[in-house]
């Protein structure tokens, strides 16, 4: 029985996810992790390429894309149902790469920990820095303020101002967060069972956050560890962005805030976050519009 369930949703990243099915399987880990890859209907030929060069892969071709979290719920829905489940099971973007020994590295790291549910390691972009999205607190009403409002950029250093993206902590120091991201997500398979699958509402974007929040609600603590690099090969910041992704970061941000905290925000400040939201999505859309085009890359990650 596998110990690891590794899941990767692909959608027209095939050579990125060559790429990150070639790390696994050169990794050497202890564990033969169980590979499942859920294509959200790509019309590079990913799936091909799976079947052709990865048969040991459990592959899920989908005939439509329906988002990120429908797409992890098709194979952690497989997953749970067998008796004989792994007992670890991590989601993996496929514009990752996993250095030798980093599976094996986080789920002994969980295991060690067991009052701890959900860990993740420290992401590093393209160009070595850290992907700030790795270790977070959740986005409660005053640091949604200070995020949307550019405060945690002119302060980040300064707790007040920078919770969500923990930017005054080293990121070389383990610490006890708030959620990990789901590009490179560890949890115990069991407490899938416990909380449930992964939230639908959610298109892309803030499904981990919103996964986070419930594996502490339930009691669990979330690790960031810093001693298991991955390397995410996100879009360049120069490169404009699609128009549906930014709505759909945005579209998180309502979700997420009115599903655990619009309830219990004051009316003024509610009013306020939601008009920030929406501000914000304007003021991007006005800037991705004034970037470059991105240029055609095979695989680039949306």
Known sequence: MAELAVVIVNYNTRELLRDCLDSIAQGGSRRTPQVWVVDNASGDGSAAMVRATFPGVRLIA?????????????????????GDAPAYTVLLNPDTTV????????????????????????????????????????????????????????FPHDPRFA??????????????VDSVVGACMLVRTAIIREIGLLDEAFFMYGEDLDW?????QHGWRVWYLPHVTVHHHKRAASSQRPVPT???FHDA??????????????????????????????????????????????????
């Not at 989908?62 to 988002?67: K, L, Q």
């Open 253 to 302: 941000m309502r979700i997420f805030y009115r599903k655990h905290y619009a309830a219990t925000t004051p009316w003024p400040m509610h009013v306020l976050i939601e008009a920030g939201i929406t501000l914000k999505e304007w003021i991007s859309l006005g800037s991705n519009s004034l970037r470059p085009a991105a240029r055609p890359r095979a695989g680039t990650a949306n």
């Open 212 to 216: 986070a929040y419930r594996v502490k």
């Open 246 to 248: 930014i709505h759909a």
């Open 99 to 154: 250095p030798p020994g980093a599976l094996d590295a986080l789920v002994d790291a969980l295991a060690g920990r067991p009052d701890t549910g959900m860990v993740g390691p420290k992401l590093l972009l393209r160009d070595g820095t850290l992907d700030l999205a790795c270790r977070r607190l959740f986005p409660t009403p005053a640091r949604a303020f200070a995020q949307l409002f550019g405060l945690a950029r002119i």
């Open 163 to 176: 919770g969500y993206n923990l930017t005054y902590l080293d990121p070389n120091v383990a610490t006890e």
């Open 62 to 82: 989908h005939d439509e894309n329906r988002g990120f979290a429908h797409a992890n719920n098709l194979a952690l829905r497989a997953i749970i149902a067998d």
